[in-house]
């Protein structure tokens, strides 16, 4: 079955920068585009960009352009996000999720991994 | 960039009733339309997609409906476990876009 399981809790300092590691098992990595969203504390869901893991290519929501970075690595099946210059309201759980079978949204979901950033 | 409009922001309903969501979009998205289903301290779960079909495991009490620019999240005989924050989703551009959010709560 499909599994995506994500890197721990993180807390960083303004300023700083957070990588976020999301493992795909349970079918062929190759197949399937990921997407990360992120959910400020008591808000709603936010689309940050999506990452083919065939080819590495992405494409960012113009809010992130520029501070964040989708890297994949095929070898471990794995996805990694980067954001940088990280603020105070970038405390955030930050979700990876791949394409459902038959689409190009969101069908399964890691567990999500709180970012926190405070000084 | 899309912008998507959901409404009411919270529902109450008896249990055994029936909810209606709606979600609006500021143009066409076609039928690539999902609703998703947000429990407290959970990720999110697909339940729609392609405005009308449902994803593997849903049940048939979740039904969706709509076109181009207004779709709707119908959910039949309400239950405590039904209650959850529910968001659309537009797939159709990037950004793919989420709606703010409708909270179900059951009375």
């Known amino acids: 079955q499909v599994q995506l399981v994500q890197s721990g809790a993180e807390v960083k300092k303004p300023g700083a920068s957070v990588k976020v590691s999301c493992k795909a098992s349970?079918?062929?990595?190759?197949?399937?585009?990921f997407h990360w969203v992120r959910q400020a504390p008591g808000q709603g869901l936010e689309w940050m960009g999506i990452i083919d893991p065939s080819d590495g290519t992405t494409h960012y929501a113009q809010k992130f352009q520029g501070r964040m970075t989708m890297t994949r690595d095929a070898s471990t099946s794995t996805v990694y996000m980067d954001l940088s210059s990280l603020r105070s309201n970038d405390t955030a759980m930050y979700y990876c999720?791949?394409?459902?079978?038959?689409?190009?949204?969101?069908?399964?979901w890691g567990q999500g991994t709180l970012v926190t950033v405070s000084s | 960039e899309v912008v998507l409009t959901q409404s009411p922001a919270t529902l109450s309903v008896s249990p055994g009733d029936r909810a209606t969501l709606s979600c609006r979009a500021s143009?066409?998205?076609?039928?690539?339309l999902a609703w998703y289903q947000q429990k407290p301290g959970q990720a999110p779960r697909l339940l729609i997609y392609?405005?009308?079909t449902r994803a593997t495991g849903i049940p048939a009490k979740f039904s969706g409906s709509g076109s181009g620019t207004d779709f709707t999240l119908s959910i039949s005989s309400l239950q405590s476990e039904d209650s959850a924050v529910y968001y659309c989703?537009?797939?159709?551009?990037?950004?793919?876009?989420f709606g703010g959010g409708t909270k179900v709560e059951i009375k």
């Open positions: 349970g079918y062929t990595f190759t197949g399937y585009f």
């Open positions: 989703q537009q797939y159709n551009y990037w950004p793919q876009i």
């Open positions: 143009q066409s998205v076609g039928s690539n």
């Open positions: 392609g405005t009308s």
């Open positions: 999720a791949r394409d459902q079978d038959f689409g190009g949204n969101p069908g399964y």
